[in-house]
DNA sequence: GTGAGTCATGGTAACGCTACCAGTAATGCC
DNA sequence: GGCATTACTGGTAGCGTTACCATGACTCAC
């Protein structure tokens, strides 16, 4: 029999294929090709005559396509944790773009940190075929999600981890010097009874948050500004309530502190909450700053004066370092450790809920 | 010459294809496609022994390949403009979750509400060839956004829009009942004096609730259960600091409502700061609730008893619904009308900052 | 003037999958 | 028994793109 009816496929959706661009501009699809992915070797006349042809057609190419023939188009996992959303939502949005930018697609696996359930996500990423996995906090920090992770021999990159685990890559600003500056401004202001509200004892930043804060105490003790006050500090655990219960004990204090640094907004709000109930405004009576610069930090009043991680940015570098990852590091070998470790430069957000304190403390 | 050098690309990635299940199961490609696809015309037999071949393998399908074979995986825009994050996140998990399931690409724009931007936006979602948009809000009431999109003629659904532009289609809430049920909640409490804080007047959502809950009251004082209070109003803009300010005129009037219902949670969350600073107990002076159940309702402390809205659930019926369109609707002409406006089902929270009032109430 | 580059372009064969047809065997119906 | 129908399976031809040569046309050194 003759060959078999040609099929028709719809070819109505998706407008115009290179071949359409080639043949407009009078060459072969390689070239549009060379073309449109930025490649040497086109002379500037066909480069112009093509990209004419491209705006012309309003040309784009075939994501599927070029992913298969380009064996792109990995699958990339994101296990995320308790739900802190503010963090999450600008994290997706750096990840995603992050993610359309170089044609992976991104697979999110909910993941509790406990080791049942990080066996069960892992399981679904694997089955899901993901090639590497994005780990925001807190679950950078489990030990159970990342030794289950590395037995699926995925590379990882963690985010944010105040002192990223050796066998991963990371992405993370500096807790110590943003908690550093953050101190120093507080004590530059006129501050002399500085108190803190610890973080979360199982995240590594909420250490290095500590160090930070108590380095530059003691930088201004030893230059002598003032006696050295004793230290006044609360354990917390990242949450409005527990920054609740700190700042009772805090406030209850005689001599009260005179500003309080909570190691994350949603604490330095609760802090500002228990402050209004006891009648003191702020930051005219006590001067609160928080860390992250979360939704939450400019959302209540007075807004808070914090330090800014760029979470958005964050996760974009980290999708960019698990693509160079599993798309092979060109050159063999293990990668460099500056391209393994990447430190994103914070920010220091000054708002409204910092002031020089008022002379001489209340009673 | 001879024919060129057999091509040896990587084949090392990515592992099994359907190839090696179908030599594996003694089959067909053909036949493996029609298993993993869930397709009928497979006999048990077969189907079973394709399907172990497939776990010895871990095969999984090449997402690109199937893409490309089937025309699928199309690009599907998604407008959001204010960053109210904790919206955003969950949004962007049910989205992304149902993205991944139908094999289309997600693409995200940021865009103001004003013509300008929104064209720009639009520009840029062309230019990414997407196909449909999906609105959450606060972009679904905005008129430029939409005349934009719908000049580009791509196929829109809004999200949580409180009366649903009838020129897209739309997954909602039922805004007026929930607010109802609310207020009949508090009314059921005891609560005689129950004071209400508007939302963003250009949201349609506002004014449904708003709706409901003078339908309550309305409701109320015809059966007679206690006189007609007079009605306690506030207008806010669902910013904390717009919460703050209704809050403050509410509890300094006399007689103060004993309950006070806001739009949303962040006024609720003010309306509970500026409660705490006058000294009054929440709940046991003041019921408070909210609207949305977003993260700050179970952050603060009382945490808020409040309507929740399935967020990602909507996100996901949005794609879905989106895909269905552009796929092609199987049956010619438009949509009928229950396909394109999908109502999800609220939820009722009761947390802890909602009680029976004071017998009496204050001076 | 020959050989060895560089630059610019084209041809061909995949990439892994599914749509579309074409069977074959079993079943039902008159 | 003939013939349509159904249940199942396989072959073939792409889907739109890029990788990998091959091929010319030049340029440059010796």
């Given at each position: 029999m003759?060959?078999?009816?040609?099929?028709?496929?719809?070819?109505?959706?998706?407008g115009?294929?290179?071949?359409?661009?080639?043949?407009?501009?009078?060459?072969?699809?390689?070239?549009?090709?060379?073309?449109?992915?930025?490649?040497?070797?086109?002379?500037?006349?066909?480069?112009?005559?093509?990209?004419?042809?491209?705006?012309?057609?309003?040309?784009?190419?075939?994501?599927?396509?070029?992913?298969?023939?380009?064996?792109?188009?990995?699958?990339?996992?994101?296990?995320?944790?308790?739900?802190?959303?503010?963090?999450?939502?600008?994290?997706?949005?750096?990840?995603?773009?992050?993610?359309?930018?170089?044609?992976?697609?991104?697979?999110?696996?909910?993941?509790?940190?406990?080791?049942?359930?990080?066996?069960?996500?892992?399981?679904?990423?694997?089955?899901?075929?993901?090639?590497?996995?994005?780990?925001?906090?807190?679950?950078?920090?489990?030990?159970?999600?990342?030794a289950?992770?590395?037995?699926?021999?995925?590379?990882?990159?963690?985010?944010?981890?105040?002192?990223p685990?050796?066998?991963?890559?990371?992405?993370?600003?500096?807790?110590?010097?943003?908690?550093?500056?953050?101190?120093?401004?507080?004590?530059?202001?006129?501050?002399e009874?500085?108190?803190?509200?610890?973080?979360?004892?199982?995240?590594?930043?909420?250490?290095?948050?500590?160090?930070?804060?108590?380095?530059?105490?003691?930088?201004?003790?030893?230059?002598?500004?003032?006696?050295?006050?004793?230290?006044?500090?609360?354990?917390?655990?990242?949450?409005?309530?527990?920054?609740?219960?700190?700042a009772?004990?805090?406030?209850a204090?005689?001599?009260?502190?005179?500003?309080?640094?909570?190691?994350?907004?949603?604490?330095?709000a609760?802090?500002?909450?228990?402050?209004?109930?006891?009648?003191?405004?702020?930051?005219?009576?006590?001067?609160?700053?928080g860390?992250?610069?979360?939704?939450?930090?400019?959302?209540?009043?007075?807004?808070?004066?914090?330090?800014?991680?760029?979470?958005?940015?964050?996760?974009?570098?980290?999708?960019?370092?698990?693509?160079?990852?599993?798309?092979?590091?060109r050159?063999?070998?293990?990668?460099?450790?500056?391209?393994?470790?990447?430190?994103?430069?914070?920010?220091?957000?000054?708002?409204?809920?910092?002031?020089?304190?008022?002379?001489?403390?209340?009673?």
């Amino acid at each position: 029999m003759s060959k078999p009816a040609r099929r028709t496929r719809s070819r109505f959706r998706g407008g115009a294929t290179i071949k359409d661009v080639a043949r407009r501009a009078g060459v072969s699809p390689m070239t549009v090709s060379r073309v449109v992915n930025g490649n040497s070797y086109v002379s500037d006349g066909t480069r112009q005559a093509v990209q004419r042809a491209v705006r012309d057609l309003g040309y784009s190419p075939n994501l599927a396509a070029r992913n298969l023939a380009s064996e792109r188009g990995e699958r990339l996992g994101l296990l995320y944790g308790n739900p802190s959303s503010a963090y999450l939502s600008e994290f997706l949005v750096g990840a995603l773009d992050a993610a359309s930018r170089h044609g992976v697609q991104l697979v999110l696996e909910k993941c509790e940190p406990t080791p049942v359930a990080s066996r069960r996500a892992v399981r679904r990423l694997l089955a899901g075929a993901v090639v590497g996995v994005v780990l925001p906090p807190p679950l950078c920090e489990s030990a159970a999600v990342r030794a289950e992770l590395n037995a699926a021999r995925l590379p990882i990159v963690t985010v944010a981890a105040g002192r990223p685990p050796a066998d991963t890559m990371c992405v993370r600003i500096d807790d110590y010097s943003a908690a550093l500056e953050m101190t120093r401004y507080l004590l530059g202001l006129g501050h002399e009874r500085v108190a803190f509200i610890k973080g979360h004892p199982n995240q590594s930043a909420s250490e290095e948050r500590w160090l930070g804060f108590t380095a530059a105490l003691e930088e201004a003790a030893r230059s002598g500004r003032g006696e050295r006050p004793p230290l006044q500090m609360e354990q917390g655990f990242f949450s409005f309530r527990s920054g609740l219960d700190a700042a009772r004990k805090l406030l209850a204090a005689d001599p009260a502190p005179t500003a309080i640094f909570a190691s994350n907004d949603d604490m330095a709000a609760a802090v500002i909450a228990e402050a209004h109930r006891r009648g003191l405004d702020v930051p005219r009576d006590l001067t609160v700053v928080g860390f992250d610069d979360t939704l939450i930090a400019s959302t209540i009043w007075p807004e808070l004066t914090t330090i800014q991680q760029p979470i958005a940015r964050m996760a974009a570098e980290a999708i960019d370092m698990l693509v160079t990852t599993v798309r092979g590091g060109r050159g063999a070998g293990p990668e460099p450790s500056n391209r393994r470790h990447r430190l994103i430069p914070h920010a220091f957000i000054s708002r409204e809920s910092a002031a020089a304190p008022k002379l001489r403390g209340r009673a």
